[in-house]
């Protein structure tokens, strides 16, 4: 008996102790940056200031690919004047693969669209906006805009970048938050986390898994619908999970919708098949590229190019129909 | 019975209320450990906690005034919910969402850099993309 007794008390006081150790670290903080908000959590053997880390270095990178932080990367090639600008090593990295997408997407996918996407200003202050007739810029604007976009007009060298039209910008907002994701997630697993979710406003990388072992779920929103309705969950781990929708950034005017994915041929928002499109890859730099591509190019397109893409798993596009299509290696669990 | 029979019944006796009380206490700090947690609504304004609201022990409405900077928000908070009632922002996103009871999407007030996120224990999943 007193050795029953005993071993019970043993596993109960074991049972108590493994949890207390497990619970104490697991790591969850949401901060706003980039003009949208973005929570980490981690878990792991973790220093305490790791999260403060990851976050200063978002800060960081942001500092380097803003369009509008004075002093940045892409600012001062933006009012350079047609000179070539000497950037960061990771500068060039997120502009050589800017340049990869425009190939990939027959130019639709343009990152000399700064001028364009300034002019829409889909993320513009209260005070900016609040004495404008209209927030859908003139016709005269737009045309002017639309013919500074050329990606061809870039020479980017192994440390500087030159935009040959001097009145073109450069704007890497479509694919910065992937790449920022990508560098947080390497530096959380460089730090020992055991598993982390990096949740930039849409862009998600899931290193490892969660605390108690299981994989990531993820779920999809539902296009239109209210914030957490979803059409599915996707099980993930050491991947990264990025969408983009039509329905994110929009002001509404006159009855119409405006988005904030814009078709540099036309300068207007554009229309295709796909409402929403998520897309599971090795990375979030690609995914961000591809969710954006997906919705500029449409569903014919995607489904005929993304396999081809490497670090391309998987994606799950939401057609204008409600039709919900899957591509690759992806399960959608409703 | 003898003395040494009843030795034993004692010392039974004594082991298993010794296991009674133990397994009382266990479940005392397991409950105190793995109870789940109340809901928590954490304000924010650019970054800065400015208020923690246990979602579970309000009894009464209460507003909350953000007026920094340029922001100019209410929010209004009841019993396991919360809401924007009124922002100065020019979209009113964070106005049109509406009552929000937890889960993993915030209140957010981009313009005036206003986020309430929410601490629940049921979710069900851990991100949600789009």
Redesign the interface.
Known sequence: ??RI?LI??IV?LLT?LS??AE?TVQLSE???LM???G?I?IHGDIDPELLDDAFALIEELEGLFSMTIEGSDVWRINNSGGEAVQVDARTIELITTGLEFAELSDGMFDITIGRLSRLWDF?????D??SLESRVPSVLTIKEARETINSDQMNVAENTVQIVNSDAWIDLGAIAKGFIADSVAELLIDRGVSGA?I?LG???V?VGY?QDGTV????????FGN??E?IG?VEVSGVA???S?IY?RQ?EENGIIYHHILDPTTGMPVITDIV?A?IVAENALIGEGLSTIAILVGSERALERFEQVQGFIGAVLVLDSGEVLTIGDVELIV | MNKSERTIKLSNRFWMLMLGVIVIISAIIAVLLWRVPADYARIYHDNVLVDVINLTTVTERREIEITRDNANNVVVIEYGRVRMECANCPDGICVRRGWVSGGLIPIVCLPNRVVIVFDSSDNDVDAVVG
């Open positions: 008996m007193k007794s019970i008390i109960m108590l949890g207390c619970r949401t901060r706003l003009d949208t908000y929570t959590t993320g513009a202050a209260a005070s906006i609040a979710l949740d849409g862009d998600v899931a969660r990531w779920r993820i779920a999809l929103q539902l296009p914030p957490g979803r969950v999970v990025v969408a929708g994110e002001f929403s998520t």
